[in-house]
């Protein structure tokens, strides 16, 4: 029995195989299932979305025409054969497959898929989430869903002077975040990748694994939607910003629970030359330009690994300074003891020349006392 969109429970082992295997066409183990909790996350909180509304009537997910994982499956079947076809065109395809359903409808159910299987936030400017950063819309006759995706994350022909387009080996986004207070936030849309918001939010897209599952399909390359250049810089980007033989960048990714580091490809290879990124070279450049100005405050300059050298200069001389002040400190509260140790030495000797005076004078008969020595 198929199971429902709307059905809450969680899905099942073999319902989550199948749809990996429909949109990657592999199937994983029951062991590498693990791998992709993060998608299933997005997979789940998306659907759920649409399926929550202050109305009943703003409900989206009863007025699209796949209403069952399964036929949301058969939409990415017809997706992937279709890389050269516009959208009135895939409506053509799919009508037979929905009856009775409205045009509309069906490319909504179109969007959801799009969405979860090639991770571009596609909608209606009526089905907008209230958390989404950019949204864009599939017209219908404009241009073919390879066209509509490439449009997305543009390449670029213009080459940078070597001076600008070189990468500092400690780049990565531990650096950015430590050093400059930039925060990330982990985005499901491929399009938002790299984008650094006004709140000095980096958006990181975080689905590694799917990025390589759509590089090593099966499909010939006229099939592909993806072109394999973007597929390889996102790859690249990731392993730039987050290099998994770092011990800095695996302590920070573990903190913020997330493991995509740790999915193939197994490779650490990141280009360390802007002018190998045709897609991400815009947003790498920002990036780098934060990065090669100077910290803003102290606080952020204690944590500044640009240039070490001058970092452990900076260090050594702040704990120079730092034991200065600590051994003036101790030197003077040494001297303060001291000068009260001998304060008081010098008073229980007075006491002793006192106490010996009295001994030695003969008492007076008139009981008089002694003559008293002034201290």
Excluded at 195 to 200: E, M
Excluded at 252 to 276: C, G, I, M, S, V
Aim: glycine share 2%.
């Amino acid at each position: 029995m198929a199971i429902r969109l709307d059905d809450r429970n969680a899905l099942s082992q073999e319902e989550k195989i199948a749809i990996v295997e429909c949109f990657w066409r592999l199937t994983p183990s029951n062991e590498n299932m693990a791998r992709y909790d993060s998608f299933f996350d997005f997979y789940s909180e998306e659907i759920l979305a649409l399926s929550l509304a202050m109305f009943e009537k703003d409900r989206i997910l009863p007025k699209m025409a796949a209403q069952t994982h399964e036929e949301l499956r058969k939409i990415v079947k017809v997706l992937e054969e279709s890389g050269d076809k516009k959208l009135s065109e895939v409506l053509a395809i799919l009508q037979p497959t929905f009856p009775g359903w409205s045009l509309e409808s069906i490319t909504r159910s179109i969007n959801l898929a799009v969405r979860l299987w090639l991770l571009i936030n596609t909608r209606d400017k009526d089905d907008i989430n209230p958390g989404d950063l950019i949204f864009f819309k599939w017209e219908q006759n404009a241009k073919t869903l390879r066209e509509f995706v490439a449009d997305q994350m543009p390449s670029v022909a213009s080459q940078l002077p070597a001076v600008e387009s070189t990468i500092d080996p400690q780049f990565t986004a531990e650096s950015l975040c430590k050093t400059y207070g930039i925060r990330l936030f982990f985005t499901n849309c491929l399009a938002d990748h790299l984008y650094l918001d006004a709140n000095q939010r980096l958006h990181v897209f975080q689905h590694r694994i799917c990025l390589n599952h759509h590089r090593n399909n099966s499909q010939t390359a006229s099939r592909r939607i993806y072109s394999e250049e973007l597929l390889e810089e996102s790859i690249w980007s990731l392993n730039l910003l987050f290099p998994s033989d770092q011990k800095d960048t695996v302590d920070y990714l573990k903190a913020h629970r997330k493991k995509f580091h740790n999915d193939p490809p197994f490779t650490t290879h990141r280009p360390w030359d802007l002018n190998e990124y045709q897609h991400w070279r815009g947003r790498l450049s920002q990036l780098r330009q934060i990065y090669i100005t100077q910290p803003k405050s102290l606080r952020i300059a204690l944590f500044d690994k640009r240039n070490m050298v001058q970092l452990y200069t900076f260090w050594t001389a702040l704990i120079i300074f730092l034991l200065t002040i600590i051994f003036g400190v101790i030197s003077s509260v040494t001297a303060i003891i001291s000068t009260k140790a001998t304060l008081r030495g010098l008073d229980i000797a007075i006491q002793g020349l006192q106490l010996q005076l009295q001994q030695m004078s003969p008492s007076s008969p008139s009981g008089s006392s002694p003559l008293a020595i002034p201290t």
